[in-house]
């Protein structure tokens, strides 16, 4: 197992965004780099049970390349965590997932949750979804952190190509 930074979580988000965009240079397969920025969060944030990628197909969203225990295959817009921040194009921070209305319960050991939307040219091309067994794990500076790190993410997707 790989250590964990230890210091301000501001520190580690700068030093995954400089992971992401190094392990990405020159790589232009999608797939690959999802699968490759789901690892990277799984191995670098520590008290998360999950992480992944939810891509828009035909109106729903539907299981990309992630890291943890499998999880639910399709989820409708506006339906559950996921569902709900896609639909709102809005990054949803939800501390007890079992006090969100509508939660789908893929992990029963998820308790907390981060959602972030991930859009190219204000077309929604899925969400980053990231999950903790701890209440109240994720805070702004979750969101500041995950939102950078989707923003240098969202360039380097072929998403036509998924």
């Known amino acids: 197992m790989t250590a964990r930074p230890i210091g301000p979580k501001s520190e580690t988000y700068r030093e995954l965004s400089r992971s992401l ?4 240079e020159g790589e232009t397969d999608a797939l690959a780099n999802l699968s490759n920025a789901s690892g ?3 191995q670098t944030l520590d008290r998360v049970n999950w992480s992944g990628f939810y891509l828009v197909r035909g109106g729903e969203l539907v299981l990309g390349p992630f890291q943890g225990k499998p999880a639910c295959v399709r989820i409708p817009l506006g339906k559950g965590v996921c569902g709900t921040a896609a639909q709102s194009s809005e990054t949803l921070i939800v501390p007890d997932v079992h006090a969100f209305e509508g939660h789908i319960a893929c992990d029963e050991d998820s308790r907390s949750e981060i959602v972030v ?3 190219q040219d204000g077309v929604l091309r899925g969400v980053l979804d ?3 067994p701890e209440k109240n ?4 500076e979750d969101r ?3 939102e950078a790190f989707v923003e ?3 360039p380097r997707v072929a998403w036509e190509k998924l």
Do not use: M, Q, W
């Open 144 to 146: 500041t952190g995950l």
């Open 21 to 24: 965009s190094a392990l990405l």
């Open 117 to 119: 939307p991930i859009l």
């Open 137 to 140: 794990r994720f805070d702004e």
């Open 152 to 154: 240098i993410l969202t």
């Open 130 to 132: 990231v999950d903790s």
């Open 40 to 42: 990277l969060l799984a």
